[in-house]
């Protein structure tokens, strides 16, 4: 059985970091993208970053890049977002995803992606 456990989300003040934590487990690690995305009230969902283990390949949404970063630990399963800078922009509901698509469809996969967790609510005050 295919699981995703998210951990980390909270409230933070804007210009704060907070590290996001996904534990997988019930499929191949380094086959799958794994990475998150996020839903704020009224907008839609958006695929925010992913990492592909087996090659280190990744993707980061533009509103993003040079804020966030994400790893993965493959000995442990887990990947992680490390998020700094953080703008009330960035509230939202975060879910991790796994996918077996190459990372630069990520983008494309907010209906259709293989495997969700269940979210963490991250909320940004100005």
């Known amino acids: 059985e295919v699981q995703l456990v998210e951990s980390g989300g909270g409230l933070v003040q804007a210009g704060g970091s907070l590290r996001l934590s996904c534990k997988a487990s019930?499929?191949?690690?380094?086959?799958?993208?794994i990475g998150w995305f996020r839903q704020a009230p009224g907008k839609e969902r958006e695929g925010v970053s992913c990492?592909?283990?087996?090659?280190?390949?990744?993707y980061y949404v533009d509103s993003v890049k040079g804020r966030f970063t994400i790893s993965s630990d493959n000995a442990k399963n887990t990947v992680y977002l490390q998020m700094n800078s953080l703008e009330p922009e960035d509230t939202a509901v975060y879910y991790c995803?796994?996918?077996?698509?190459?990372?630069?469809?990520?983008?494309?996969?907010?209906?259709?992606?293989?495997?969700w967790g269940q979210g963490t609510q991250v909320t940004v005050s100005a």
């Open positions: 995803v796994a996918d077996r698509r190459a990372p630069y469809f990520w983008p494309l996969l907010r209906q259709v992606a293989n495997h």
């Open positions: 990492i592909r283990s087996r090659d280190g390949s990744t």
């Open positions: 019930g499929f191949t690690f380094g086959d799958y993208a």
